[in-house]
Nanobody, 122 residues
Framework: QVQLVESGGGLVQAGGSLRLSCAAS????????RGWFRQAPGKEREFVAA????????YYADSMKGRFTISRDNARNTVHLQMNSLKPEDTAIYYC???????????????WGQGTQVTVSS
């Protein structure tokens, strides 16, 4: 059974940092692109960041550039999202995803985790 499990979410004050992790099991995703998306209450799921299977290519939503960093550890089948300078508007459920193709479009990702809540207080 293929599983993606996110961890590292929580409550943080504005300006603080969190590091999310997404561990994969059931198969190896070392040749898969990995992405992070988020969904706030009443809003559609939006792209956060994505990374190619080699880790060479990364993409970020404009509002996350300079604050968030996506990385991966293929030996551990894990991808991370370092989030700095967090803002209240970053509050959302954060999801990790995996697909053979690197894309910023959520609908094109084949595998998804259950999500982890990130809450940023003002």
């Amino acid at each position: 059974q293929v599983q993606l499990v996110e961890s590292g979410g929580g409550l943080v004050q504005a300006g603080g940092s969190l590091r999310l992790s997404c561990a994969a099991s059931g198969r190896t995703f070392s040749s898969y692109a990995r992405g992070w998306f988020r969904q706030a209450p009443g809003k559609e799921r939006e792209f956060v960041a994505a990374i190619s299977w080699t880790g060479v290519h990364t993409y970020y939503a404009d509002s996350m550039k300079g604050r968030f960093t996506i990385s991966r550890d293929n030996a551990r089948n894990t991808v991370h999202l370092q989030m700095n300078s967090l803002k209240p508007e970053d509050t959302a459920i954060y999801y990790c995803a995996a697909d053979p193709t690197l894309t910023v479009i959520a609908a094109r990702y084949r595998y998804w985790g259950q999500g982890t809540q990130v809450t940023v207080s003002s």
